[in-house]
């Protein structure tokens, strides 16, 4: 079954901590996403990935971090510099970066900052 | 700055209306348009335009791309309960991967 796998679906940080999300792919994917998504908004870009051990600063990039060791997983660390964490992040992977590559997204990981 | 702008912002529709959503655009390097429908989580693929003037279509959801006036619309035709979500326009440039719209809010009531 291919797809796109994120995890926690729920997450509750306390102000402070650094937290990270998972996002796994089995499409055989080059490029990956992570975005966030606020009520009300679109999709803002965070960072993006378009091969293994490289990666480039989205929109929004700032109190975020990533890595990108294997083809298939693509985490995301929200550092307690990001000020506010509270919103719906989700994950996307495509062949490539290029004009005519449909991206694919997880089912999302919610996280709550108490 | 690339920018996407999509309206409505939300709609309200009884089945059975035709519903008509815009997406418009200004970016650098245009290169493709991209409709999405998210319901509750992952955002799914309805359609990537192109070229101008030739109109995708899917059942009851068909969309149109003009890169003369810089925008696209989704039709939906006789709308269902389950067409309720969240529409979301992006577009590729030369710039970042996507630039996404803030989406169109439709609820479709019985």
């Known amino acids: 079954d291919g797809g796109i796998t994120q995890s926690p679906k729920y997450l509750f940080r306390k102000e402070g901590q650094n937290v990270t999300l998972s996002c796994e792919q089995n499409l055989n994917h080059d490029a990956m996403y992570w975005y966030r998504q606020d009520p009300g908004q679109g999709l803002r870009l965070i960072y993006y990935s378009q091969i293994v051990n490289d990666f480039q600063k989205g929109d929004i990039a700032e109190g975020y971090s990533v890595s990108r060791e294997k083809k298939e997983s693509f985490p995301l660390t929200v550092t307690s510099a990001q000020k506010n964490p509270t919103a719906f992040y989700l994950c996307?992977?495509?062949?490539?970066?290029?004009?005519?590559?449909?991206?694919?997204f997880g089912p999302g990981t919610r996280l709550t900052v108490l | 700055e690339d920018k996407v702008v999509q309206s409505p912002l939300s709609l309200v529709v009884h089945e059975g209306d035709t519903v008509t959503l815009n997406c418009s655009y200004e970016v650098t390097n245009f290169r493709s348009l991209l409709w999405y429908k998210q319901e509750k989580k992952a955002p799914t693929f309805l359609f990537m335009l192109?070229?101008?003037?030739i109109e995708k279509k899917s059942g009851r959801l068909s969309s149109i791309l003009d890169k003369k006036e810089l925008f696209s619309i989704l039709n939906i035709t006789a709308t269902q309960t389950g067409d309720s979500a969240v529409y979301l326009c992006a577009v590729y440039s030369g710039n970042t991967p996507l630039v996404f719209g803030k989406g169109t809010r439709l609820s479709v009531i019985a």
């Open positions: 192109t070229s101008s003037g």
């Open positions: 996307a992977s495509s062949r490539g970066t290029t004009s005519y590559n449909e991206q694919f």
